[in-house]
């Protein structure tokens, strides 16, 4: 089964700690991307990778580190720059560029306290 | 910018109709839609493509004005399944080149009773 996974589900941490979410696809896509999602708001984009090895910074990458090693994974760090953490993060992927649809990963609920 | 979605919320009966409208200040590459359940992913619905292409499920309809950076989605004879916040993704492929960029409205919260 081809898809996008996300791991853990849920994650909990003091403040001051990095922590890293981990984003996994096998559909052989070569864009990636991470966005950050807030109650009652809608998705704003943090990292995106178009090949491995490469990426950029989204709308709010700020506190946040991203890696490109392989194809298939694009894993998030959230450092303790960050200075409001607790959020709903996605990864999705996608073909390649905006003509094509991404595809999302079930999400990391992320609460620091 | 992020563009702006109307109306913020929608309460519809099953087999009424609706429409969805996203609108941008920047001139468009590509305008996606996308549904989302509650403490779910987004599905993808559709994607307009500056150009006139279209691509996207069979049961969902969506108009692209190009001139006015504005796109609609179009939901007819509404199920219960239909219910979840709707969102526009719109991608600006600033320098000429698009790398899926998209930036999302704020979502249309879609609700269906029977």
Redesign the interface.
């Known amino acids: 089964d081809g898809g996008i996974t996300q791991s853990p589900k849920y994650l909990f941490r003091k403040e001051g700690q990095n922590v890293t979410l981990s984003c996994e696809q096998n559909l052989n896509h070569d864009?990636m991307?991470w966005?950050r999602q807030d109650p009652?708001?809608?998705?704003?984009?943090i990292y995106?990778s178009?090949i491995v090895n490469d990426f950029?910074k989204?709308?709010i990458a700020e506190g946040y580190s991203v890696s490109r090693e392989k194809k298939e994974s694009f894993p998030l760090t959230v450092t303790s720059a960050q200075k409001n953490p607790t959020a709903f993060y996605?990864c999705a992927s996608?073909i390649?560029?905006?003509?094509?649809?991404?595809?999302?990963?079930?999400?990391t609920r992320l609460t620091v306290t | 910018q992020?563009p702006v979605q109307s109306p913020q919320a929608v309460i519809l009966r099953e087999g009424e109709d609706a429409v969805i409208n996203c609108s941008s200040s920047k001139a468009l590459?590509?305008v996606?839609w996308?549904r989302q359940k509650h403490g779910?992913?987004?599905?993808?619905l559709m994607?307009l493509?500056k150009g006139g292409?279209q691509?996207g499920h069979d049961k969902i309809s969506a108009s692209f004005n190009e001139k006015k950076q504005q796109s609609s989605l179009y939901l007819t004879a509404s199920q219960l399944s239909y219910s979840g916040t709707y969102?526009c993704?719109t991608?600006s492929?600033a320098g000429g080149?698009?790398?899926?960029?998209?930036?999302?409205?704020?979502?249309t919260i879609l609700t269906v009773h029977p």
């Open positions: 864009a991307y966005y009652g708001q809608g998705l704003r984009l995106y178009q950029q989204g709308d996605l996608s390649r560029d905006g003509a094509y649809e991404q595809y999302f990963g079930p999400g | 992020q590459y590509s996606h996308y779910e992913a987004p599905v993808f994607i493509l292409e691509k969102f993704g991608d492929a080149t698009s790398y899926g960029k998209l930036t999302f409205g704020q979502g």
